[in-house]
């Protein structure tokens, strides 16, 4: 893709000089591109450099009349559209009118710089070079590093070089590379990066006896083989089922066995040992039998004793049952009683009541006799006083 153009069209590339500085943008002092004026419509800008500067001062950059936005010049965009110019690049022989100036440089040109269409690379580089700047030049992304991006591998080759170098790095550098392994008669290929750990346990690969014998070519998958005729090996002695312990190096274990006597005093130990194991196994067998038998005793015991608790448990419930059986009985024939004395006790009551009612209702006129007595009795002394009380009065008078 081609850069983004800002600013006007160069000056020097247009045939008619005169003409062309007609329209000047009065900021950049190019022929303008894409022609804006103020309101007056004396002056005459291209649209990027007036609104770059409207964004710093909202005014017109000549004669400061105020301006928020530029103004179109369609008349001015006509004629700078029919100018006759050459292609802004030197060594392009392209000639045509500034109109179509701008679909040149963005589709023909070969010396306009365009931007590499690999999006990690980003350089910009003239159009007619860009397949060799493709083929050459752009840094390109290691293939190996695809080949594995399924995360197989835990380490992965990031880097980017040029074709050219790629090749030498696929070949000699890159850590994810397929190598064979070094050793002859080993068909293992294995990526470059794992290939130490590979050679660490290859069955090709030359080792020492690690008993340091005389042998010098050994491999990995023979030393096993080996171990088995080393006069260095450690190796234990014939005699080991009888009681010797004793382990030497094979080429000296040939002494050891021949000492008769040694080994004599080997097997009366062995012997010793092998009663002393028969008599604690004895023992042991006992011992298991004795804690078998009181176990079981003390089961037969615990079965017994649980027989016994549950005759009792049942015996005591029967005799809880009858007692149970006669206190209902006793509380039964006692509620029966109460509720008798309670019977007479009411109907006693009710003969008191009525008993009382009838002294009551006999005496009523004894009780009225005696209240109308009583207020003859209160009258005839509120009458004395009265009486009294006049002729105290009279006497005072007198």
Known sequence: SSMTRRGGFPANKFYNKEKSEFFHCLVCYEVCRAPVTCHSGAHLFCFDCLAESLQHNPSCPVCREPLVSPVSSAFAAIQVSALDVVCVHDQCKWKGTCGRLDSHLDTDCRHEPVKCSDNACAALVPRGEMAMHQQFACPQSCPNSKSHANGSLDNTCDVRLSRHDLVDHLAHHCKLRIIHCPHPHCDVSEVHC????????????????????????????????????????????????LGCSHVAPRSEIVLHEQDIALHFSAIRSKVFAEQQKFYQQQISEMKQMFEQKLEEQIVLFNSRQEEQTALMEERFEWQMTIFNSRQDEQTALMEERFEQAFTRQQEAQLSLKEYLEGIKSSLQPLVDKAEAEAKAVALAAEKAAALKRNQAEAKRVQ
Not at 219 to 225: D, F, I, K, T
């Open 194 to 241: 794992r290939m130490p750990a590979h050679i660490e346990i290859c069955p090709y690969a030359p080792v020492s006896c690690p008993r340091e014998c005389s042998a010098q070519t050994l491999v990995r998958h023979c030393l096993n083989a080996h171990r088995k005729d080393c006069p260095r090996e450690p190796v234990a002695c014939i005699h080991a089922p």
